[in-house]
């Protein structure tokens, strides 16, 4: 039951472009969302996160949005550089839970000069 | 910078030998979070730790695997009696408390079970 769900495989985008990645999810008892970006043959680092109190989030060129009655969230990278071509996680948790991370499939964003 | 250390980085097993993953957390943290990568797949979450606590291990399978996070010293996972099927990348992460949702993730352990 995959609870936390990232449906583009792959997405490719122009220096300089906005990156739009996407992430749904169906436990509507997450309140927690965050994003990290992973290298091959790194761990995953984080992003940029999101309380489900809130519908946005900024943090220099990302942004997060929520979208509480879709369960929906999205990560935008504006402008997108090469730098940022990686596999994107989507994550989320549940409060009262034990804060362990519920991750998406990913997506892996190149982003061509 | 005393970032999420794991070492080995890589281990190679034959099926049937014990595989011992070990686990620093960042300088001030004291709640460990062990997740496996398989191939083509995202992090599953197998166990979380508190200093000398297990707090939630709902995703360990239920054989062959244990962790600890003893008083002094790094996380340890343990694979006992490796199958093929144990093949990939386990992730440690650490956070400062069990309420802060920010987990930092280490580099992660490649496991090869030939």
């Known amino acids: 039951d995959q609870q936390v769900k990232q449906n583009s495989p792959s997405l490719s985008v122009q220096e300089g472009r906005i990156s739009i990645l996407n992430c749904d999810y169906t436990?509507?008892?997450?309140?927690?969302f965050l994003w990290y970006k992973k290298y091959p043959a790194e761990g995953p680092t984080f992003l940029i996160s999101i309380s489900s109190i809130k519908d946005k989030n900024e943090d220099g060129r990302f942004t997060v949005f929520l979208n509480k009655s879709a369960k929906h969230l999205s990560l935008h990278i504006v402008p997108s550089q090469p730098g940022d071509s990686a596999v994107y996680f989507c994550a989320a948790s549940e409060h009262g839970a034990t804060n362990k991370l519920i991750f998406g499939t990913g997506t892996l964003l190149a982003v061509q000069p | 910078n005393a970032g999420v250390m794991q070492n080995p980085r890589h281990l190679v097993r034959r099926r049937g030998q014990e595989a011992r993953l070990r686990c620093s957390p960042m300088?001030?943290?004291?709640?460990v979070y062990w997740y496996r990568q398989l191939p083509e797949e995202g992090l599953k979450f197998m166990v979380y730790?508190?200093?000398?606590?297990?707090?939630?291990e709902s995703g360990m399978p239920k054989e062959r695997f244990s962790a600890e996070f003893p008083k002094e010293g790094p996380s340890i996972l343990r694979i006992q009696q490796v199958v093929r099927g144990d093949s990939a990348a386990y992730f440690c992460a650490s956070s400062t408390s069990g309420t802060a949702y920010e987990q930092y993730f280490g580099p992660g352990t490649r496991l090869t079970v030939t």
């Open positions: 436990n509507s008892m997450f309140d927690y």
């Open positions: 730790l508190q200093k000398e606590n297990i707090i939630d």
């Open positions: 300088k001030g943290h004291s709640h």
